[in-house]
């Protein structure tokens, strides 16, 4: 079965400093991965996405993540945080095609930015 | 930007009172799906609508929940009646396939049901 783990709960880092947000997948195929952001009381906003290709995807606001196959991991990066970067921030694998897209999302971390 | 629209953005209702809430996808959208999301918790898909068909409703509590999408537009959740459980927030998603038949979820800003 599909399934994401985000393994940190709540993250704190400090203004200027750079984050990792950790992220494994379980799935039999060829994952579609996404990272999406969520401002307390807000919908999801899309970061960034890997359908194939390039291991390595650029997002907004300045976020990265790399897809590590033999690790099942997909994690989130961003070289100096800003203090509006705080917010939960989810992970989530896709099915590949067909008639359902059904996202499975892992349990969300929290940052947490200190001036 | 093409937003995908919901209304009401909070509700408040007591147990056993009906509830719905509207969804309006980005124009041109196909799919529209509506997910939970407990608090503390990653959105967990409830139905998935291609146009105006159900593809995917195997976690709607069908026996006090109910989904429709009659013209493939906009789509309406209600809930009936409202169990103390079912606080949380609802949210709804549209997509429209690219090409290698992948696509990517937009979503609306969310009701925050609360059911006292």
């Known amino acids: 079965a599909q399934s994401v783990t985000q393994p940190d709960i709540h993250i704190t880092v400090s203004e200027g400093a750079s984050l990792e947000l950790r992220c494994n997948y379980s799935?039999?195929?060829?994952?579609?991965l996404f990272w999406y952001v969520q401002s307390p009381g807000q919908g999801l906003q899309l970061l960034l996405k890997y359908f194939s290709g390039d291991t390595l995807v650029q997002g907004i606001k300045g976020f990265e993540a790399e897809f590590k196959r033999s690790q099942s991991s997909f994690n989130l990066r961003k070289p100096s945080v800003h203090w509006s970067d705080a917010a939960e921030y989810f992970c989530?694998?896709?099915?590949?095609?067909?008639?359902?897209?059904?996202?499975?999302f892992g349990t969300g971390t929290l940052l947490a930015v200190q001036p | 930007e093409a937003e995908v629209a919901q209304s009401p953005r909070y509700k408040i209702t007591e147990k056993s009172q009906a509830v719905a809430f509207w969804c309006d996808p980005i124009s041109g959208h196909a799919t529209l799906y509506w997910y939970r999301q407990i608090l503390g918790q990653g959105p967990e898909l409830l139905v998935q609508?291609?146009?105006?068909?159900?593809?995917?409703d195997s976690q709607l509590p069908k026996d006090r929940f109910s989904a429709e999408r009659l013209k493939g537009v906009d789509s309406t959740l209600k809930i009936q009646p409202a169990e103390l459980g079912d606080s949380a927030m609802y949210l709804c998603?549209?997509?429209?396939?690219?090409?290698?038949?992948?696509?990517?979820?937009?979503f609306g800003p969310g009701t925050r049901l609360t059911v006292l």
């Open positions: 989530a694998v896709g099915t590949l095609g067909g008639a359902t897209n059904k996202l499975i």
């Open positions: 799935y039999g195929a060829t994952p579609y």
């Open positions: 998603a549209s997509s429209s396939p690219t090409s290698g038949g992948t696509d990517t979820q937009y």
């Open positions: 609508f291609q146009d105006e068909s159900v593809v995917d």
